[in-house]
């Protein structure tokens, strides 16, 4: 199986090569792979590196780094992993005495291996333990924050993360039923989204559990701020010229990510009327992609995952 394919693990990587290319890789410089999952993405990286590459993983999911672990088994001291969140990679690499690196990948969200794996609780279509936590050992799962949330922060949870209309009365059905018997499954959760959400609704659109269970996949695992949190740190540590390259999947995650280029890129608040900048606020770099880069038409065709996938790269120039 090439870099990227299916394979035992179950994951097809999206937009390889289009990534990988953004990196423009050299041989002899410094990578992060922040969301390693089935390593595909890594496992071309590495492959390009020469005896003085590096390549640094990163991943939530212990079955991701066995995963990565086996594949990238091969490149010896080229390739460290960590079993950590990416927000924090590059406070830990720093403690490892890495100066900065050349390119930098975020391929975000979930991998194929955990949407299958029932045990997991990602899948509205399986009937599961509500956990749907990416680090199976750590936090709080998504049976655990519907017990706890006060029903007004899991109506702002609906409405925000899964764009739901109908988020108050979910929340509003979700707090009277617990007082009786807590969410613990999957089944459970999607009857109350059915009994809520109106015939005439339901029929509109994706299906109405798909949206709770990314507004609570997202809350889970603090997707949305770990990104906020670390994506201009992760711009500040690469080398003049290194890149920074995000896959995303949904409109709120690429809203945070070109928001942060274009912040990166024009950094300067002054008033437009003024003839020079007087804020001092210095370009970190440029964004590379206009336009986000989409899947072909061929891939989404062969993998329905890569239909909403975004690719943004933004390439730093010149140090702080
Ligand atoms: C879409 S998959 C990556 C697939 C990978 N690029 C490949 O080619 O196989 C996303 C992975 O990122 C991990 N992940 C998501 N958010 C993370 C975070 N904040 N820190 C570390 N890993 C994260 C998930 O556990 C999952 O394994």
Redo the contacts with the bound molecule.
């Keep these: 199986m090439s870099a990227?394919g299916a394979g035992a693990?179950g994951?097809v990587?999206?937009l390889?090569k289009e990534a990988t290319d953004a990196l423009a890789i050299k041989a002899d410089g410094s990578y992060l792979?922040?969301?390693?999952?089935?390593?595909?993405?890594?496992e071309e990286i590495a492959g390009q590196l020469g005896e003085n590459g590096r390549l640094y993983g990163?991943?939530?999911?212990a079955d991701?780094i066995a995963e990565a672990e086996r594949k990238l088994s091969g490149y010896g001291d080229k390739v460290r992993l960590f079993r950590?969140?990416?927000?924090n990679a590059v406070t830990v690499l720093k403690e490892e005495g890495v100066e900065g690196l050349d390119g930098i990948?975020l391929?975000?969200?979930?991998?194929s291996?955990?949407i299958d794996d029932p045990a997991r609780g990602f899948s509205y279509m399986q009937d599961a333990p509500l956990d749907m936590r990416?680090a199976q050992d750590k936090g709080r799962s998504a049976a655990d924050l519907l017990k706890e949330e006060t029903e007004e922060e899991l109506a702002r949870i609906f409405r925000e993360y899964g764009e739901e209309r109908f988020a108050k009365q979910i929340a509003h059905r979700i707090v009277l039923q617990r007082e009786a018997h807590p969410l613990e499954t999957t089944e459970e959760l999607n009857e109350i989204v059915y009994m809520t959400v109106p015939k005439a609704a339901r029929k509109k659109g994706s299906h109405p559990s798909k949206r709770i269970f990314q507004a609570l996949r997202i809350a889970v695992?603090g997707?949305l701020t770990?990104?906020t949190e670390c994506l201009d740190e992760m711009i500040s540590f690469l080398h003049p010229g290194g890149r920074l390259a995000v896959?995303t999947f949904h409109s709120l995650e690429d809203r945070i990510v070109k928001q942060c280029f274009q912040r990166n890129e024009k950094p300067c608040i002054c008033p437009p009327q003024f003839p020079v900048c007087a804020c001092g606020r210095v370009s970190a770099g440029r964004i590379v992609t206009r336009k986000a880069i989409v899947p072909s038409e061929e891939e989404s065709g062969k993998n329905t995952r890569a239909r909403s996938a975004k690719l943004r790269v933004f390439e730093r120039t010149g140090r702080n």
């Design positions: 990227g693990f994951h990587s999206v390889l792979d922040g969301t390693l999952g089935g390593a595909g993405h890594a990163f991943d939530l999911d991701a950590d969140n990416f927000k990948l391929d975000l969200g979930v991998s291996h955990q990416m695992n997707e770990g990104l896959i």
